[in-house]
């Protein structure tokens, strides 16, 4: 045994001051809090010859932990000042750091101070040789040991050395604390107290719906953030953190669809029964060839005797039937497989999230895990040690409820700058920085609440099987519609080029992933344009449709004759169905055919899919011609004839993205955007042709900027995504966390304008030579959108060989619709 040079006893208390009183107090509260729960944990085993037990050959056995939990502590804290004390030569040593040996070999590639064998039985004769009262006797001599320390140590309580030591401690015995559970569920029943082995709880969370309720898929735009948190020297910006939460890590991830919830018991049983463990092309190679030898058929927590059970730590033999709706806790092999199985079962590319993807969903975007912990409407902190059921599966959101940490497909690594290990604690990370292990995320049943943080990373071997984790599945939209070609990278090359106004033109918005983007504008409250034209279209729509008729005079004309409803720049439809049902419901004898225009073919699969769900395949063949093109060259697919009465629609306040003025800052002149537009489309109808047009009034400039700029920040991402496009398709290399987006009224021009920041001085090149130096500050404009006064509107018509028939406008009199009737050239 060594000396120490204090020897206090515990109600020897000679505090420095009130406020250390206070300090000493509260971090002897922390810990007395967390060995509470840690005996209670190890008294769930019935008795001494339990805790030799190995229950997983590749951690140690349990009387490993009820030594090391101490013994961890005890020697971070030896990195105090003035503490250097040996409780006991021995065991100090001996339980020091455990094990995590590779799950196919064995072998353990990192340093640990303990023996380990994978062989039970040489595990077991070695770790005889100490009792379970010896090693209760050295636990309660280091906690009196700990407590005197925190009690009389004179420690410096606004020193960060002293307060990451403090929260390792306490923090590693919360982990460890959740090994123990994971350890405790591979133990047989029979190793427990009788007393406690049925929690009464457990019948009312096992009342499944049938069926399973859908998981949605949840669509998000992406954005910037950041992973991790800054380092930090000051104490009143010190957050404790591992080493591999720091630092902060600026990065972008682009849009994706995440499922609402994690998937199933009831769910995985589906791939379960279809083969899933059996078939090949599901599994890489050496997972394969794993389970293979192994016989492996299901998950760790499941066992099958003529049908499928479901273990929980305290309870056993579940029928899986009345547990469908629990999720379902796997390795990260099977998780990946079972996406493979899913991807070929829905024809969509599926797979595991990313750790940026992850932390962006659901802590961010949807923020449900604050949510969570902030209502209490979680499964963490040791409230149940199981499973709870998913029961919301129709909520159209995000849904986190804890029970088990969620699989990324992210290898666990340092974030760029990474300084290195904690001084205390050199290899807790860096030993695992091996390409070998996988980042999980949230928190299960087991977890503390205090590890469950946005910048925890927990991390495991693919093929580690029993670790509470679950998984959800991502979609990604890898489609590519119309390809930018050389003719656009020319251009888009020249306007970044012109130093005195760098532009990229907002007609390569609409990829497949910002046309997805989109359509969330279009349901933000923000975005007053979309929820205020529905109303107005299921007002009007009869109205609109009856005027057309009178003045073209249809149910006059000798023969039937075609309608064509002509609209520009379509989307995903989402406005479609109200105003083209009483057209196609009419029991007149007008023929109608709707062609929805858009450059995207993604948008229009959208739309035509929205309508065979709504209308039906039959309305759809009949009435329904789409047309992927731009609008100047949309007429050549378009076949009418001079009887036919054309209906060209540009809704959505579409032509505000055409700006008003010509070169000259001539508002309106001959060569402004808005007058080539409304003059192609009155060069391709004939006399008594129509135009309806959507027009965005001038209003408050905070209204304005709030649709431009959302607090979501979804409209910075449809930015962002034009970029990424550029990016993909013509090989340049913006650095999305370059910029910054910007959204601005210019009264001047009377119109919305969005930029993209330069955030700091950078190069922009591509593969062809180009290079392009921006400085801070600098910024390129992505986005104009126009804004009318009643005037304008007028004057854009008139000259353009329209003449306005009625006017149409929405309750809050921000949209008018322009019916215009083509007049005489």
Excluded at 167 to 194: C, D, G, K
């Amino acid at each position: 045994m060594g000396s120490s040079k204090h020897n206090y006893s515990i109600d020897q208390c000679d505090h420095n001051n009130e406020e250390n009183d206070v300090h000493s107090t509260n971090w002897c509260n922390k810990f007395n809090q967390i060995w509470e729960r840690s005996d209670y944990l190890f008294g769930l085993l019935r008795s001494s010859d339990d805790f030799y037990r190995q229950p997983i050959k590749l951690r140690l056995p349990l009387l490993f932990y009820l030594g090391h939990l101490p013994c961890f502590t005890w020697a971070q804290l030896q990195h105090l000042d003035g503490v250097n004390k040996i409780i006991d030569a021995l065991f100090d040593k001996l339980f020091q750091r455990g094990v995590d040996p590779n799950v196919l070999t064995g072998v353990v590639n990192h340093g640990h101070s303990s023996r380990f064998s994978i062989n039970d039985e040489i595990e077991k004769e070695y770790w005889r040789s100490f009792s379970v009262q010896s090693v209760e006797e050295y636990k309660i001599k280091v906690r009196s040991e700990i407590k005197n320390v925190l009690m009389n140590g004179d420690l410096k309580f606004d020193d960060l050395n002293a307060l990451n030591v403090l929260n390792i401690a306490v923090e590693h015995e919360m982990m460890h604390q959740e090994t123990l559970i994971y350890l405790f569920a591979q133990l047989p029943i029979e190793a427990f107290r009788s007393d406690i082995s049925n929690e009464k709880d457990l019948r009312r969370l096992c009342d499944v719906t049938s069926p399973l309720p859908e998981n949605l898929w949840i669509p998000l735009p992406g954005g910037q953030l950041s992973l991790g948190k800054p380092y930090s020297e000051q104490l009143a910006t010190y957050s404790f953190g591992w080493d591999n939460e720091f630092p902060s890590e600026p990065t972008y991830v682009p849009n994706f669809e995440l499922q609402s919830h994690p998937v199933r018991i009831g769910d995985f049983l589906q791939f379960v029964l279809d083969n899933g463990y059996t078939t090949k092309q599901w599994w890489d190679d050496d997972a394969f060839e794993w389970i293979t030898e192994t016989k492996l058929s299901h998950p760790t927590s499941w066992s099958y005797d003529n049908s499928y059970r479901v273990n929980f730590v305290l309870q056993r033999d579940i029928p899986i039937e009345i547990v469908l709706d629990h999720p379902v806790i796997v390795s990260q092999i099977e998780a990946k497989a079972y996406c493979r199985w899913l991807s070929n079962k829905t024809g969509s590319e599926i797979d595991l999230p990313t750790e940026i993807e992850w932390v962006y969903a659901m802590w961010d975007w949807s923020k449900c895990i604050p949510l969570a912990l902030a209502s209490g409407t979680h499964n963490a902190n040791f409230r149940h040690l199981h499973t709870a059921p998913i029961n919301e599966g129709t909520n159209k959101s995000l849904q986190w409820q804890g029970s088990a940490f969620e699989w990324t497909s992210s290898i666990f690594r340092p974030f760029t700058d990474y300084r290195g290990s904690l001084p205390t604690y050199p290899g807790y990370s860096a030993d695992f920085f091996d390409d070998s292990h996988f980042v999980l995320l949230g928190g299960s049943f087991a977890t503390d609440l205090k590890l469950i943080r946005r910048t925890f990373r927990n991390w495991y071997q693919d093929k580690y099987r029993y670790v509470f984790a679950t998984f959800r599945c991502v979609k990604r939209n890898a489609h590519t519609d119309h390809p930018l070609t050389t003719a656009d990278h020319e251009k888009i090359v020249r306007l970044l080029s012109n130093s005195n106004h760098r532009t990229i033109p907002s007609e390569y918005f609409y990829d497949a992933q910002g046309s997805a983007i989109y359509e969330q504008i279009t349901s933000l409250d923000e975005y007053y344009l979309y929820n205020q034209e529905l109303k107005l279209l299921g007002k009007r729509a009869d109205d609109i449709r009856s005027t057309i008729l009178q003045h073209s005079n249809i149910h006059n004309r000798s023969s039937p004759s075609n309608i064509h409803i002509i609209e520009l720049g379509c989307g995903d439809g989402s406005k479609v169905e109200t105003w083209l049902s009483p057209w196609i419901k009419s029991k007149e004898n007008i023929s109608v055919i709707y062609h929805p225009v858009d450059i995207s073919q993604h948008a229009i699969d959208s739309l035509v899919q929205r309508l065979q769900k709504t209308m039906g395949e039959d309305i759809i063949k009949e009435h329904v011609n789409p047309i992927c093109s731009t609008f100047d060259k949309m007429y050549t697919h378009l076949n009418s004839n001079e009887m036919e009465v054309q209906v060209v629609m540009l809704l959505g306040s579409t032509i505000g993205n055409f700006a008003s003025y010509d070169s000259n800052h001539i508002k309106f002149g001959e060569s402004s955007p808005a007058m080539k537009l409304v003059r192609s489309v009155r060069s391709n109808l004939k006399i008594g042709d129509w135009f309806i047009c959507a027009f965005d009034l001038c209003k408050a400039t905070k209204t304005m900027i709030q649709a431009y700029n959302d607090p979501k920040g979804i409209t910075a991402a449809f930015n962002y995504n034009l970029l990424i496009r550029l990016n993909r398709e013509l090989n340049f290399n913006f650095k999305i966390t370059n910029f910054l987006h910007y959204a601005t009224f210019n009264p001047l021009l009377q119109q919305m304008e969005s930029w993209l920041i330069s955030t700091k001085q950078q190069t922009v090149s591509d593969q062809n030579g180009f290079s392009l130096e921006l400085q801070a500050y600098e910024a390129i404009q992505v986005e104009v959108s126009a804004k009318y006064t009643p005037h304008d509107i007028q004057t854009l018509i008139s000259n353009n060989s329209f003449k306005i028939i009625e006017c149409y406008t929405t309750d809050d009199h921000y949209l008018p619709y322009a019916l215009c009737m083509a007049q005489a050239v």
